[in-house]
């Protein structure tokens, strides 16, 4: 048996999914990490061992749910069965604007599949498994967009809606067990390819990027008036995951400067 806490993160090759797994080595766990790029994986996997934490590198297209679900048990070789935290960061915006009738279905499928489905096969392999061990904690990364509406997001609005669904229900079933389901709405977080958006943004406006920054948050309706960095979301794991999150179970904790209000 493995003597330090195991953590399960997706969507770690990129943006917040890589920063919460480092903390989680930080913070003493051995962390798998997924997603489809390997070589960003592996250079993750690499930072984690430095730390000093044990690092399995997963590649995995979570759209394939017989690839994720033989992901899963190579997680729990690995693991030997111990499994303490699951992060479900991995995530897709899909198209950006296309309004119902022009979005197609096929792309709607795939944002549900990434969004939706995908954390839903890694709970149904690993929850039962954290209910009978009587203790675990799982924090599924929705969005903002979960708690709004918005258009020409459709998908991606409905993909996390549903996951809040599923994260209350899956709190429900698992409380008894000790185990704890939560979900973080983040509004926009300064990941590299926020930032290059807005990058693109301010070259196509003729702007500086502090212009272009200041418009996107004027536009989006920011009280705090700054976007979240990946550090305010890796906090909130942080504490879900520590003794702080001891009894907190099927909340939903919004991570948006106040966008949602
Ligand atoms: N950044 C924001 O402004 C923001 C706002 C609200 C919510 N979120 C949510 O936060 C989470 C992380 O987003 P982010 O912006 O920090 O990260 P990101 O830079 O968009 O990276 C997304 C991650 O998900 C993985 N992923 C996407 N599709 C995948 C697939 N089909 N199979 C396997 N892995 C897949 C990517 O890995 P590969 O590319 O290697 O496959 C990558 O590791 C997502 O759930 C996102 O919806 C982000």
Do not use: C
Not at 170 to 197: F, Q, S
Request: no cysteine; proline share 5%; glycine share 14%.
């Amino acid at each position: 048996m493995r003597e330090r806490p195991i953590a399960l993160v997706t969507g770690a090759s990129a943006g917040t999914g890589s920063e919460i797994a480092l903390a989680l080595g930080a913070a003493g766990h051995d962390v798998a990490i997924t997603g489809r790029r390997t070589e960003a994986l592996e250079e993750l996997a690499g930072q984690l061992r430095g730390q000093g934490a044990d690092a399995l590198v997963l590649t995995v297209d979570v759209r394939d749910a017989t690839a994720l679900d033989q992901a899963m048990t190579r997680f729990l070789e690995w693991s030997g069965g111990r499994v303490d935290v699951v992060v479900n960061a991995a995530g897709t915006t899909g198209p950006l604007s296309p309004p119902i009738g022009e979005f197609s279905v096929a792309d709607f499928d795939n944002v549900i599949a990434t969004n939706l489905r995908a954390p839903f096969i890694v709970l149904s392999r690993l929850l039962p498994i954290m209910r009978a061990a009587k203790g675990g904690r799982v924090v599924n990364i929705g969005g903002n967009h979960g708690m709004r509406g918005r258009a020409g997001r459709s998908s991606y609005s409905a993909s996390k809606w549903g996951l809040r669904g599923l994260s209350r229900s899956a709190a429900l079933e698992a409380g008894p067990d000790g185990v704890t389901v939560n979900y973080i709405a983040p509004g926009p977080v300064a990941v590299p390819r926020m930032k290059a958006a807005w990058r693109a943004r301010a070259e196509q406006d003729g702007v500086s990027e502090d212009e272009a920054l200041t418009r996107y948050v004027a536009n989006m309706g920011i009280p705090l008036g700054r976007p979240s960095e990946p550090s305010d979301i890796v906090a909130m794991v942080l504490y879900l995951v520590g003794p702080g999150g001891r009894n907190i179970t099927g909340q939903e904790l919004v991570i948006d400067g106040g966008a949602t209000l």
